[in-house]
């Protein structure tokens, strides 16, 4: 990584940090710190917690810990109870008083956040948002806190969003030129021009409330499928999305009775191959094209159903 992004990354992080208060002494100018706020937020999410868990999931030195949850203790905002494994060891939870005292720093929080977008329009608040959920998305990639997604059919607005990340992807990984773009737009213009719910669908995924990709089932000819639009964000994935995606299009074909399902790839997207190959697609009929600024192998994969 170049001093260009280091340098972006930082400033973002001073001009986050001052907005919303965090280089402040306490937190939300409240009596506690952002440290002891934020061990009161862990305690009140997972009531029954042991110290050295708590300690490690916050990363908080444990003699540090200790003094912040003694203080808890002598303001009655902690209590302790013996863990059933093991008398010599204690559970924390957070007293009435404690989740009282919460509430009441959440509420604070919420004031400012509230504050902090009241001049934004709604749009500008959802891409805010949506911004936001990416920085977290891309910076947990591989972890557990990653890995939740959903999956849902497409609703107005939907189709712009993926012709644009076909064009922004394929030209960013592979060089494509805008006639790609083109090529895609007109497409996903005939899916929805003569658009057949009984025959047809279109499936987006969604992590933190943005979409992540894609994936249709367009009637091609008589009994048979066409599957196109497969595409996952990078950031996405590695988390299964794509055969998920996959295995939906794939119950829909069956649930409609289609005895064929075709698609057309080329053959350096090496992923998507493998994964056509493993849901026992097979390889029928390859051809050189000389299309959006490439010269490609381009391959039709076929499904029996």
Avoid: C
């Amino acid at each position: 990584m170049n001093s260009e992004y280091i340098e972006k990354i930082r400033s973002f992080n001073r001009f986050y940090t001052q907005t919303i208060g965090l280089i402040k002494k306490r937190f939300l100018d409240s009596e506690f710190s952002l440290i002891q706020a934020r061990v009161l937020f862990e305690l009140n999410r997972h009531p029954g917690t042991h110290a050295r868990d708590l300690g490690r999931k916050l990363d908080l030195d444990p003699t540090y810990l200790s003094k912040i949850l003694k203080k808890f203790g002598q303001d009655r905002l902690l209590t302790k109870t013996p863990a059933p494994d093991d008398s010599r060891k204690h559970l924390l939870s957070l007293t009435r008083e404690g989740k009282e005292t919460y509430a009441r720093l959440r509420e604070m929080s919420n004031v400012q956040i509230q504050t902090l977008v009241k001049d934004l329009s709604p749009e500008e608040k959802t891409g805010l948002a949506a911004s936001m959920a990416s920085i977290k998305r891309t910076l947990t990639k591989g972890s557990k806190e990653a890995g939740y997604y959903s999956i849902r059919s497409h609703r107005p607005g939907d189709i712009g969003y993926v012709i644009h990340r076909h064009g922004v992807l394929y030209a960013r990984e592979y060089g494509f030129n805008h006639q790609f773009d083109a090529y895609v737009a007109n497409g996903m213009g005939k899916f929805i021009e003569s658009f057949n719910p009984e025959k047809e669908h279109l499936w987006i995924a969604e992590a933190d409330g943005t979409i992540v990709g894609s994936v249709a089932i367009v009637h091609a000819r008589e009994n048979t499928a066409q599957l196109r639009w497969l595409i996952v964000d990078p950031a996405a994935r590695r988390r299964g999305i794509a055969k998920k995606l996959l295995e939906e299009a794939l119950v829909f074909v069956r649930q409609k009775e289609y005895t064929k399902v075709m698609l057309w790839t080329i053959d350096f997207l090496h992923a998507a191959r493998n994964l056509y190959a493993d849901a026992g697609f097979t390889l029928a009929e390859t051809k050189e094209s000389r299309v959006w600024g490439k010269v490609l192998n381009e391959e039709k994969w076929e499904l029996e159903l």
